[in-house]
């Protein structure tokens, strides 16, 4: 006898269970404590806030996670439902994070962190439905959007909250405008620190380990006498070589570039030696059989099974090539780079500023990094590593 399949709950639903227990044991929502002068502190419920908005502000927050945590109990997710689970959840997040106090007199009360606890776990469950929906191809990075927008609102509501000095620790808001304020200056430096620098250093150093590896793969006995040389490129330490580099090359993206070079030259050697020694002993011994050429054999056959090797040395490089510039700028530069700004405004104890610099540098990464990543496919289209993916 065949038993009919048991009815599939919905991703988190025990989760949302004790979500809304901790919404109900929170009460009439006292999310505040004010200090009356007696330095006793003592709660203040909904309906003492300092005015109507306030008011307005904390039911409707409450309102947003009790629906939001009572439409995680149902258990058939579909689109629209989590579509609109999730923006009650993340209404109710930005409205706790509105409630958080911002002077010294008030600190969040009890019932505050417990509504805090029933968020984060309403966020695990946005997370969970959403992965488990039937998306697009083209909607595939909104699990990863949905997990990095709830991180950088619990960095916010906790921040806030804990009222914790910007000099430790500035929230998302004060970065965001950072940057919008000092968007200007933010794009002279990129152009000064990626446009210059890292993107010449870059080429020339994955350029010329490309190079010199097939020049070693070609006359064998280099390997004996220039790959040593090589390999101690990649033992001398950044900080050593930088301001040697800056006193030969002096302050502009000369000496950062050079600094890149010497970064990404060993990588991409090593990897296009190993790319190049991995063709087949068949496949070789085939060209050989239709009399092919060194030259012949390399662009039918070697180069193209080392290409997958050579493009995972030049997605290395591309972070490689980034960091070294930035570190490089500490140690001598133009009044521009993205280096040059982290560490006057450090050292001005401007922090958002740092680390709305931080966000752009790492941005620049990521988009590198992805960029190199399509090519490969384009490029690899043939690899099985490739093709499965």
């Given amino acids: 006898m065949i038993r009919p399949p048991a009815p599939s709950t919905a991703p988190g639903a025990l989760l949302a269970v004790f979500a809304l227990a901790l919404l109900c044991l929170s009460g009439p929502f006292a999310v505040l404590m004010v200090d009356p002068g007696d330095y006793v502190l003592q709660p203040r419920a909904w309906w003492q806030a300092d005015s109507v908005s306030a008011q ?10 009790l629906v939001a945590a009572g439409l995680a109990l149902r258990p058939t997710p579909g689109r629209f439902r989590t579509a609109v ?3 009650l959840a993340l209404a109710g997040a930005l409205g706790l994070i509105a409630l958080a106090p911002t002077d010294e007199t008030r600190v969040p009360g009890h019932a505050y962190w417990l509504a805090t606890m029933a968020v984060m776990l309403l966020a695990v469950v946005t997370i969970q439905r959403v992965a488990a929906l039937p998306l697009p191809r083209w909607l595939a990075p909104l699990t990863a959007g949905i997990f990095g927008l709830w991180m950088l609102l619990l960095w916010e509501q ?7 000095p910007r000099v430790l620790l500035p929230p998302p808001s004060a970065i965001v405008l950072a940057l919008w304020e000092h968007a200007a200056t933010l794009w002279g430096d990129l152009v000064q620190t990626v446009g210059k620098a890292v993107l010449i250093g870059y080429a020339l150093g994955c350029g010329l380990g490309v190079l010199t590896g097939i020049a070693i793969d070609r006359l064998p006995f280099l390997q004996r006498g220039l790959l040593p040389v090589a390999s101690l490129t990649s033992t001398i330490p950044l900080v050593g070589i930088a301001p040697i580099a800056v006193m030969w090359f002096g302050f502009d993206w000369p000496s950062k570039a050079a600094v890149i070079v010497l970064m990404t030259f060993f990588p991409t050697l090593v990897s296009t030696l190993a790319g ?10 085939l060209m050989h059989s239709y009399a092919a050429s ?5 662009l039918d056959l070697r180069l193209p099974v080392a290409l997958p090797f050579i493009f995972n040395a030049l997605k290395v490089n591309a972070t490689l090539a980034l960091i070294g510039a930035i570190v490089a700028e500490f140690f001598g530069s133009p009044t521009q780079g993205l280096g040059f ?3 006057t405004e450090a050292s001005r104890m401007n922090m958002p500023l740092v680390w709305a610099t931080i966000v752009v540098a790492s941005a620049v990464g990521m988009l590198a990094y992805s960029a190199l990543s399509r090519l490969e496919r384009r490029v690899n289209f043939w690899h099985p590593s490739v093709r499965s993916a």
Avoid: H
Avoid at 158 to 164: G, P
């Fill in 294 to 298: 060194y030259r012949r054999t390399l």
């Fill in 276 to 285: 190049l020694g991995a063709a087949g002993k068949l496949e070789r011994e």
């Fill in 158 to 164: 906790l921040v806030t909250a804990f009222a914790v």
């Fill in 56 to 65: 307005i502000l904390q039911i409707g927050t409450a309102l947003c996670l």
């Fill in 85 to 87: 689970l999730t923006t």
């Fill in 341 to 343: 700004r982290i560490s």
